[in-house]
């Protein structure tokens, strides 16, 4: 629990199913910034969870090396904020079992929430996510890694999120940056 | 120039002199991601220009090298927009050239602006911050590595932001996603 947040969110990187360059269906590779800077992002937003989403077994070794060597080995010692933030980090096969597990541990299955790039029909506003979020009900926000979520996956969230618009049309943020922006829209309060 | 955004604003990633874990002045090493993050983020938000600051002759051979994959080599045919980012970072050896060179091509020197993850004495709020770029002047917002920007150059600043606060007290965002929050919160417009 995270007394002070009032939103009971969980964030999922997805490395299958994504697309490539060139559209296809693929499984991408787990990047170690990827996780460090997303923990630190969770921690700092209050976030329960942060899923890391690979069905390749290589994958999900030295994603849980990483994790282990900064929750319980050298890197701990070392950082222990750090260690705060790598403690949020679950690796996990598939988006169906994270949906069962926050289920299981909330009494109800999480809302599925997509961000993407590119515009898509029936996109909600972060003003409208957020209030929607505020009865405090469990929600997943799902990022893709290469090209961005496979079509299937955007197509069977419950909610799609306005992509993120800086000052023109370049819409090619980081993964990384894109989760800090949307926590930061979603759960920050500043003047 | 970038019509769609009415702020006049570059970036600094700050490599020397920042401080090390222990509170000495160190250089620090330029990572690979820094580079790519924030020149997508600069892209993103209408920055002018994205200054990557070391004295470090071996570094700065590195970044350049980086660089120049993206903007001229290979990279700029693998990726297109990548190539719009990176063609943002100038490579200088300290703030004093950056104020100069932007002063020099916009026939005044930018206001320097500093942000730190502690609070500080007299700092402005975001709303502040883009009231006062809203006049179009030049402006330098700087970025420390490792464990953050110099004393000295924290005090040199014409003016300090608040920090990045999320839904509680931890406050170990990476330079990344830092950068990323605060260009969202001057540049971005959203509902």
Redesign the interface.
Known sequence: M?P??A?NLNIALIHYPVTNKNGEVIASAVTN?DL??MA??A????VKGFYVVTPLEDQQALAGKLVDHWVSGGGARYNP??R??MQLVYIRDNLEQVVTEIGQAEGREPRTIVTCARPQKGSV????LRQALSDGAPALLLFGTAWGLAPDCLAAADIIL?P???????????V??????I???L?????
Chains 1, 2 share one sequence.
Request: net charge positive; with cysteine; hydrophobic share 25%.
């Open positions: 995270n002070s947040s939103l910034l460090h800077d630190r992002s921690r700092t937003y209050g904020k750090r705060e933030a506003t972060y003003g409208e306005d993120v618009r800086g000052a023109g049309s370049y819409n090619h943020l980081s990384r940056s894109a989760t800090a922006i926590l930061d829209r759960c920050g309060e500043f003047k």
